[in-house]
């Protein structure tokens, strides 16, 4: 069964600084693992989806990598802006089951302080 | 463009009766899921359709969950005789096709008192 963990829970940078977010998987045959933002309140923003096949995907100041064999995923996040404040979740997708299946993570949260 | 759109946003009801929770996907998206979100919880799965494949139930946690989704479009999430446990935000999501990025529209918070 997959897992899917994300450490810390919680973070706070000042701005501008650069940050890397951490999920790690139990499960290496994933079909695609994808980053989301949640504001309060509000439903899921999707940031990046990344293909088993790929390694890392970017879009902007966000590049997400994947490691399959280590069962991990980092997004970085470059020169934070307090408008990234935000809870960003991770959630991995297996080969095997439905591909709709999305396993997600607890999350960060995520503190960018002007 | 419209995104996904969920109806009713807030939701209060008293244990026992039925609710109904209503999902619009984008035009166009074949897959369509539906999530919900517990205070301090995760994302949990509950249930995914694919076009005019059954839809995976999997994710339903009892058998007073339901949902259809009618013409490949719209989709109504049902819970019969409500818990006070089944309160928490239902989020619905639609997708180009499975495996696809997904997208989520706004969540219905559902309160059981």
């Known amino acids: 069964k997959q897992e899917v963990t994300q450490i810390p829970a919680a973070l706070s940078v000042p701005e501008g600084e650069n940050l890397v977010l951490n999920c790690s998987f139990t499960d290496s045959a994933i079909y695609n693992l994808q980053w989301f933002r949640q504001d309060p309140g509000k439903g899921l923003t999707s940031l990046l989806l990344i293909q088993s096949s790929q390694r890392e995907q970017t879009s902007g100041r966000l590049n997400a990598s994947l490691d399959k064999s280590s069962g991990r995923s980092t997004l970085y996040i470059a020169a934070s802006q307090p408008g990234d404040s935000a809870t960003y979740l991770c959630?991995?997708?297996?080969?095997?089951?439905?591909?709709?299946?999305?396993?997600f993570g607890k999350g960060t949260k995520l503190s960018v302080k002007p | 463009g419209a995104g996904v759109s969920q109806s009713p946003s807030n939701k209060v009801t008293e244990k026992g009766k039925d609710v109904e929770l209503r999902c619009d996907p984008i035009s166009g998206h074949t897959a369509l899921y539906w999530y919900r979100q517990s205070l301090g919880q995760g994302l949990e799965f509950l249930i995914y359709?694919?076009?005019?494949?059954?839809?995976?139930k999997s994710g339903l946690p009892s058998d007073r969950f339901s949902a259809e989704r009618t013409g490949g479009s719209v989709s109504t999430l049902t819970i019969q005789r409500t818990q006070q446990e089944d309160s928490a935000v239902y989020l619905c999501?639609?997708?180009?096709?499975?495996?696809?990025?997904?997208?989520f529209g706004p969540g219905t918070r559902l309160t059981v008192l």
């Open positions: 359709f694919q076009g005019n494949s059954a839809p995976d």
């Open positions: 999501a639609s997708s180009p096709s499975g495996g696809a990025l997904l997208y």
């Open positions: 959630a991995a997708s297996n080969y095997g089951g439905s591909q709709g299946n999305l396993i």
